[in-house]
C-alpha cells in the first residue's frame, strides 16, 4: 500500500464517492467523502451533542450498550457500503471483513477513529457513516479523547515521530497528516489544561505537590 514519503510532497487528488446504501430501507447520510481540505461547515440547523471526553463509572453501564452499537453498525452494515469501503482504501487502513481473527468481528473502533481524526476525516458526517446514528453517544467520548491526543503527541514531538505513533505495522501506514479539524477554542482550552497537568506529573507535582 501506498505511503507518504515526503511532508513537501503533494498530495494526491482528492476523492468524491457518492453513498449507495444497499439497504433501502436504511436513512442516507450526506456524502463524507470530499475528503481533503474540505471543512465542515455548520449551516445552523443541524444540532451535534458535545461528547463528553470523560466517563464517570456510574455512566459506563449506560455508555456501553451505545458503544456496542456503534460497533455493530460498523461491523454489520457500513464497513460494507461503497463510501466507507472507498475512504477506507484511500486511508490505508483495513476493515474487519478484510481481517481474520478477532478483528473480523470484534474490532476495536479506536484505530479507525484515531486514522480519521490524524487525517482531518472525522466529521459528524463521516463519523456517522461509520458508527451510525447516535455516534455521539457510543464513541463521541473516544473521539473527543483521541482528538486531544492528537494534540499531545503533535506537541511532544515532530511530523515524523507523529506519523510513526500513528502508523499501524507493518502495511497500514497513515498516508498523510492534517492538522486537527475544527479545532474549538474551547477544545484548545481544556487540552492546554491537561497538557499542564501532565507537565506537572513530569515533575511530579501531583498529589500534596500538586499546584492546583
Not at 499501524?168 to 497537568?197: G, N, V, Y
Request: with cysteine; hydrophobic share 35%.
Amino acid at each position: 500500500m501506498d505511503t507518504e514519503t515526503s511532508p513537501g510532497r503533494p498530495e494526491p487528488p482528492a476523492l468524491a464517492v457518492p453513498m449507495t446504501p444497499s439497504s433501502p430501507s436504511w436513512p442516507v447520510h450526506p456524502d463524507p467523502c470530499q475528503f481533503q481540505d474540505q471543512p465542515f461547515m455548520r449551516t445552523g440547523t443541524e444540532e451535534v451533542p458535545e461528547p463528553a471526553s470523560d466517563l464517570c463509572p456510574d455512566l459506563l453501564d449506560s455508555w456501553y450498550p451505545r458503544y456496542l452499537a456503534c460497533t455493530q453498525f460498523f461491523v454489520s452494515y457500513a464497513q460494507h457500503t461503497p463510501t466507507v469501503q472507498s475512504l477506507a482504501a484511500f486511508l490505508n487502513i483495513r476493515l474487519p471483513c478484510q481481517q481474520s481473527g478477532a478483528q473480523a468481528t470484534h474490532p476495536s473502533l479506536r484505530a479507525y477513529i484515531r486514522r480519521l481524526i490524524v487525517t482531518a476525516q472525522d466529521s459528524p458526517e463521516v463519523l456517522g457513516a461509520f458508527f451510525g446514528e447516535d455516534w455521539v453517544g457510543g464513541v463521541g467520548s473516544l473521539v473527543k479523547q483521541e482528538r486531544v491526543n492528537y494534540l499531545f503527541t503533535a506537541k511532544s514531538g515532530g511530523w515524523a515521530s507523529t506519523k510513526a505513533a500513528y502508523d499501524i505495522l507493518p502495511d497500514e501506514q497513515t498516508p498523510f497528516l492534517r492538522p486537527l479539524r475544527a479545532a474549538a477554542e474551547e477544545e484548545l482550552r481544556e487540552a492546554e489544561a491537561r497538557w499542564s497537568e501532565w507537565l506537572a506529573m513530569e515533575d511530579w507535582m501531583v498529589g500534596p505537590r500538586s499546584p492546583w
